[in-house]
């Protein structure tokens, strides 16, 4: 059967005011927030990509508080994880409400990656995100992927290796590396965001890293 690539969308993960000098409490800090955005496209096609909530995949968006980090949460010993997680979850629906089941019939569904290798980092043994803000972007932390998948999973499990890739899928988030999508129609895919310390020392600022994402079947 014939691979074709089905729908792009966008992963942007950014900490907007991360790493604030002054420590100040999360609930009183309603203008220093952090985002995950995952942005996507509609296709012609009888499936689309969910996003997890029907207004957020009907508007193409999705918005994960990523919390604020005081300077001190990133003076930290390197590898060690900063600040709660923010999971969204990735599923395929039916295009004609974003709800029902997607008829894929025998087809596997997939969403593969694809990450500069001087836009990621090793940390503790695992590939992560760098930000990619030059003026005015902070240091001290670099943001984990984690993914599991299944009919019920509410979040990711598995460090994303971005460094692993198929030349015609690239990474996909499945952690899948045989040859293309191996994911059911009824399967989900959580992803899970989490800053980590890196070796760089800290500085307040803004992070960012945007990923296109492809939604393959097969």
């Known amino acids: 059967m014939a691979n074709f690539k089905f729908q792009k969308s966008a992963l942007v993960i950014s900490c907007m005011a991360a790493l604030v000098a002054l420590v100040v409490p999360q609930a009183q800090a309603a203008n220093d927030v952090g985002e995950l955005g995952v942005k996507g496209q509609v296709s012609n096609t009888t499936c689309l990509l969910s996003l997890g909530d029907p207004a957020s995949t009907n ?15 990133a003076q930290v010993v390197v590898g060690t994880l900063i600040g709660p997680p923010q999971t969204v979850i990735l599923s395929v629906k039916s295009a004609a409400d974003g709800v029902s089941a997607c008829n894929l019939g025998a087809a596997k569904w997939d969403v593969g990656i694809s990450v500069d290798p001087a836009n990621y980092e090793n940390i503790g043994g695992a590939t992560v995100l760098k930000n990619t803000v030059a003026a005015g972007g902070s240091k001290g932390f670099s943001v984990r992927l984690s993914t599991s998948t299944g009919a019920a999973v509410t979040a990711g499990a598995n460090a994303v290796n971005f460094a692993s890739f198929n030349p015609s899928y690239g990474t996909l988030l499945s952690g899948s590396t045989v040859s293309g999508p191996t994911l059911s129609a009824t399967d989900l895919i959580a992803v899970t965001a989490q800053a980590v310390k890196n070796n760089d020392l800290a500085v307040a600022g803004v992070f960012s890293h945007s990923i296109p994402l492809n939604v393959w079947y097969k």
Not at 59 to 73: D, E, F, H, V
Request: proline share 7%; no cysteine; net charge positive.
């Open 59 to 73: 508007n193409n968006s999705k918005t994960l508080n990523m919390g604020t980090y005081p300077l001190a949460m």
